[in-house]
């Protein structure tokens, strides 16, 4: 696993990070650190932590084999990959291969939780995988981009132009240009809208919801990185987009109300 014929090809991902380096957005606080600004310092480090995914993932699997799926808890799937420094780094520079990791997890996950032939699990370890290398590969490349000066630097602190309620509901707006988009069958469109939404707003309130609902959280993540993707890359249709969509209204309306108590919260205490 840690030759690079695990990876994806990367050929053309030179072109879609140089594409990005003159517009690189700025990101919001959460768990994106200041090591996103020093990656070639960081390399090794990214290194040994997909690795330690790999086996971490591969050690449970193998577990749920011998022992059964009783025998395992599979969200530590899920905390695994959220400990990782690699996590924000791959984030912040190549959101697309971000959704396919979390595709790759929630697919060995669901496997699981189904209960299905460890035969079908393996499969979709190995999709994980291969998008947890081909992950390395693009943070590396996006590392010499830096070294060299065409990345600027990542903000990690929220934009303050907006209240976090109010950002609920432009996140809700971007999401019904998703359904627009996707019905005028701008399907790579779509998909674009629902990577930026995540990272460029999604982000910046999910501190203030981990506070308050943590679930909702981890429900909405997989929403926006492995749900509605999924729904668009399988061309389900419009209704079917349109649904998951209302579904993950429906979720950010509960997040909504979350948020304004807090911040009416922070208002009395001041």
């Given at each position: 696993?840690?030759?690079?014929?695990?990876?994806?090809?990367?050929?053309g991902?030179?072109?879609?990070?140089?594409?990005?380096?003159?517009?690189?957005?700025?990101?919001?606080?959460?768990?994106?650190?200041?090591?996103?600004?020093?990656?070639?310092?960081?390399?090794?480090?990214?290194?040994?932590?997909?690795?330690?995914?790999?086996g971490?993932?591969?050690?449970?699997?193998?577990?749920?084999?011998?022992?059964?799926?009783?025998?395992?808890?599979?969200?530590?799937?899920?905390?695994?990959?959220?400990?990782?420094?690699?996590?924000?780094?791959?984030?912040?520079?190549?959101?697309?291969v971000?959704?396919?990791?979390?595709?790759?997890?929630?697919?060995?996950k669901?496997?699981?939780?189904?209960?299905?032939?460890?035969?079908?699990?393996?499969?979709?370890?190995?999709?994980?995988?291969?998008?947890?290398?081909?992950?390395?590969?693009?943070?590396?490349l996006?590392?010499?981009?830096?070294?060299?000066?065409?990345?600027?630097?990542?903000?990690?602190?929220?934009?303050?132009?907006?209240?976090?309620?109010?950002?609920?509901?432009e996140?809700k707006?971007?999401?019904?240009?998703?359904?627009?988009?996707?019905?005028?069958?701008?399907?790579?469109?779509?998909t674009?809208?629902?990577?930026?939404?995540?990272?460029?707003?999604?982000?910046?309130?999910?501190?203030?919801?981990?506070?308050?609902?943590?679930?909702?959280?981890?429900?909405?993540?997989?929403?926006?990185?492995?749900?509605?993707?999924?729904?668009?890359?399988?061309?389900?249709?419009?209704?079917?987009?349109?649904?998951?969509?209302?579904?993950?209204?429906?979720?950010?309306?509960?997040?909504?109300?979350?948020?304004?108590?807090?911040?009416k919260?922070?208002?009395?205490?001041?």
């Open positions: 696993m840690k030759t690079w014929s695990h990876s994806i090809k990367l050929a991902l030179g072109l879609v990070l140089a594409s990005a380096v003159a517009t690189q957005p700025a990101f919001a606080n959460g768990p994106i650190g200041e090591h996103v600004n020093h990656l070639q310092e960081n390399l090794k480090d990214y290194s040994e932590e997909v690795e330690w995914m790999v971490k993932v591969d050690t449970l699997v193998g577990k749920y084999e011998q022992q059964g799926k009783k025998s395992v808890n599979s969200d530590e799937l899920i905390e695994y990959w959220e400990s990782v420094k690699f996590h924000s780094a791959i984030e912040t520079n190549y959101v697309p971000y959704a396919s990791i979390w595709q790759g997890l929630y697919g060995v669901m496997a699981i939780d189904n209960g299905e032939p460890s035969s079908n699990v393996r499969t979709q370890q190995q999709a994980m995988n291969a998008a947890l290398w081909q992950g390395l590969g693009a943070v590396k996006a590392a010499q981009y830096q070294q060299k000066g065409l990345l600027e630097s990542v903000k990690t602190t929220a934009t303050e132009s907006m209240t976090q309620s109010a950002t609920i509901v996140i707006h971007k999401l019904d240009r998703v359904v627009a988009k996707y019905a005028e069958r701008l399907n790579e469109e779509a674009s809208i629902v990577h930026d939404t995540y990272l460029h707003l999604f982000e910046g309130v999910e501190g203030t919801l981990i506070e308050q609902d943590a679930n909702l959280v981890e429900v909405l993540e997989k929403d926006f990185n492995v749900t509605l993707p999924k729904a668009i890359a399988d061309d389900k249709g419009v209704d079917a987009v349109r649904n998951v969509v209302v579904d993950m209204q429906t979720k950010l309306d509960r997040a909504k109300a979350l948020i304004e108590k807090a911040e919260a922070r208002k009395d205490v001041f």
